[in-house]
Structure formats: C-alpha cells, structure tokens
C-alpha cells in the first residue's frame, strides 16, 4: 500500500511542499510549490492514506481543515518549538517543508511519540469562529483605548486637562466649548472622536455576538 508523508511550509499566498511516498520497502520523493490559487489542484494529489503536517501560523488552522477529509491525518505542529528541536543551520522553505516531511514520516512509523512531535491541538470549528471574534474584539477594546489617549494627548498638548470618565462622550458633546482648541485641533479631535465612537458600537456588536455564539455552542456564558 502507497502511503504518502507531506511537509507543508505555509505562507501568505503560497506554499512550499515535500512529499515522501512509502511502498513497501521502496521509498521516492516529490517537492514543489503550490500558490493558494492553485489549491484545489493540490487537493487532487491526495489520497485516503496519506499524512500531512503544517507548522503553526495564521493559515494552518483553515489548511488543515480542508485537506483533512481526503487525507488520513493532518497535524499542525508548534513552529517555535520544531524549529528549535529540528532546523539548526541553513534555513530555507525548500529545507522546512523536507524536514516536516521527514519527521512527520518517523513519527508516524514510531508509533507517535508524541514528545518528540510538538503538536498542536487543532479546535473545532466552533472555537475557532469564537476565538476570531473574541480576537476582534479585543483589537477594537486597544483601538477605542488608543483613541482616548490620543485626544488627552492633544489637549495636553494645548494644556488642557480633562477629570471625566467619558472622554469621547465628553469631545462628542462639549468640543466647542474649549476654545483655546484651534479649528485643526477641534477637527482632529472630532475625527477620533467620530471614529472611537463607531469603534465602540462595533465592538459592543461583536460582545453581543460573542455571547450569542457562546450559549448556542457551549451552553456557558463567556467574560469579556
């Protein structure tokens, strides 16, 4: 029986591949690099009995969701901790996507050991919708926050000192009234101010969302 071992180095619009093809006691090798474009051509390499690894990165997850249902096994591994066990010297994409291969198959034929295979636990697909909106959430929370220490920065600037638990509430309802602010200032102020203020009703939609999603799927309410 051909059982086929696949390292997939991952990038943002492409990736590299190394393929070691085991039947029986005969072994050969493939390489190559596939654009994500061309992914589904890739797909129709594979077959039931095949093994594929990926490192960890911000694709890896998606990747090994869709080869999964024609391959036997995908496995993600921990990029950091692989390289430090496995790719001292030279580095190259041609040499990560071999070396993937290569201990992907040992590990397989070992037996799976798996301290000496650092993989990644691969989340249903539930936890890793929940994980992008709770990660957009909290790009919104900095951004609003960012928001508010710029325009404290710029009335600094004019020495003006605000003691109010709502600056943008405050730079929404009241700019006008600081009048020792510039007609520049007033407009860069009432910028941030209009863009933290979108920001925030985006990130209370998303908390909404969050909390939605969490009782539909884990039937357990989740802090924000």
């Not at 086929?4 to 690099?33: A, P, V």
């Not at 077959?47 to 594929?52: A, F, G, L, Q, R």
């Not at 490192?55 to 999964?68: A, D, P, W």
């Not at 290569?102 to 929940?130: C, H, M, Q, W």
Request: contains cysteine.
């Amino acid at each position: 029986m051909e059982v086929s071992y696949y390292g997939i180095d991952l990038h943002s619009s492409n990736f590299f591949w190394h393929r070691i093809i085991k039947s029986g006691e005969e072994e050969k090798r493939e390489k190559g690099k596939c654009d994500l474009i061309d992914f589904e051509k890739f797909i129709k390499k594979l077959t039931p009995e095949d093994y594929i690894c990926v490192e960890s990165s911000s694709g890896s997850f998606e990747f090994s969701k869709r080869v999964e249902k024609h391959i036997k096994e995908a496995i993600v591994i921990h990029a950091y901790d692989f390289k430090s066990l496995y790719l001292s010297g030279k580095k190259t994409d041609a040499i990560d996507s071999r070396k993937l291969a290569e201990r992907l198959k040992y590990y397989i034929a070992s037996g799976k050991t798996d301290e000496d295979f650092p993989k990644v636990y691969i989340p249903e697909n539930e936890v890793i919708e929940l994980r992008k909106l709770v990660s957009y959430h909290e790009f919104l929370k900095e951004s609003v926050t960012s928001k508010k220490n710029q325009i404290h920065a710029r009335l600094r600037a004019k020495l003006i000192k605000i003691e109010c638990r709502d600056i943008i509430k405050e730079m929404a309802e009241n700019l006008d009234e600081y009048k020792t602010l510039s007609d520049v200032d007033k407009m860069i102020i009432s910028s941030i101010t209009a863009n933290a203020q979108s920001e925030t009703y985006e990130k209370d939609c998303i908390e909404k969302e969050i909390e939605k999603y969490a009782v539909k799927y884990f039937k357990e309410d989740t802090e924000i």
